[in-house]
Structures are given as structure tokens and as C-alpha cells.
């Protein structure tokens, strides 16, 4: 979809707006206590919306990781994606593991 923004702005200014009567003194007290509450469906869709705007830009920045990473590490790469962007993200990505030939005996 390509209007998430668009639609989670007007959501946004619609749960925000305040909802005063018409001709009435917006100032009155009264007015805000009286006005509709806005319905629950309107935050729960704003809600997904918004969840939906995160995980999309999650799955480009996925892919870009991914795209950069060599073969050899993309299960660290992966693993170190969603241990950011689930849980917390303490370290910085690990170093590359090199394998090493092993000795010569002589």
C-alpha cells in the first residue's frame, strides 16, 4: 500500500482532533467532557498501520543486509537482525569467522 503514511496521518489527527460541538465555545470545559469519544477501531487500525509501516522498512533494511553479507555469514547476519530488531541490541554485529588451515607437521 502505498498511502500507510497519508492514511496513519489522518488516523493520528482524527484520535488527536479535539471533537467540539458545532457553535458552541471551544474553551468550555463542559464541551470536552460532553464531545464523542473516539471509537476504539479507529486506534486499533492506526495501530496497525503503524506496525505495518515498521515491518516493511524492516524487511528492506533485511534485505540490504542480506544483499551485503557473504554467503559464509548470513546465519549470524540473520541472527543478529532479529536479535535487533525483536529484542535488544547490546553489541554490534559479530566479527567474521575465518576458518584457519591447520599446521603443517614436519
Request: glycine letters at 2%; charged letters at 15%; a neutral charge.
Amino acid at each position: 500500500m502505498r498511502y500507510l503514511g497519508d492514511i496513519a496521518t489522518l488516523l493520528s489527527n482524527h484520535i488527536r482532533a479535539p471533537q467540539n460541538s458545532v457553535g458552541s465555545d471551544s474553551s468550555s470545559e463542559d464541551d470536552h467532557k460532553s464531545s464523542p469519544q473516539v471509537p476504539p477501531v479507529v486506534a486499533n487500525v492506526l495501530s496497525l498501520v503503524e506496525v505495518e509501516m515498521l515491518v516493511r522498512t524492516a524487511k528492506h533494511l533485511f534485505n540490504e543486509m542480506m544483499r551485503a553479507t557473504p554467503a559464509s555469514q548470513l546465519a549470524h547476519a540473520t541472527a543478529h537482525f532479529l536479535n535487533c530488531f525483536v529484542g535488544e541490541c547490546k553489541a554490534t554485529m559479530p566479527p567474521p569467522v575465518t576458518p584457519t588451515a591447520p599446521a603443517l607437521k614436519s
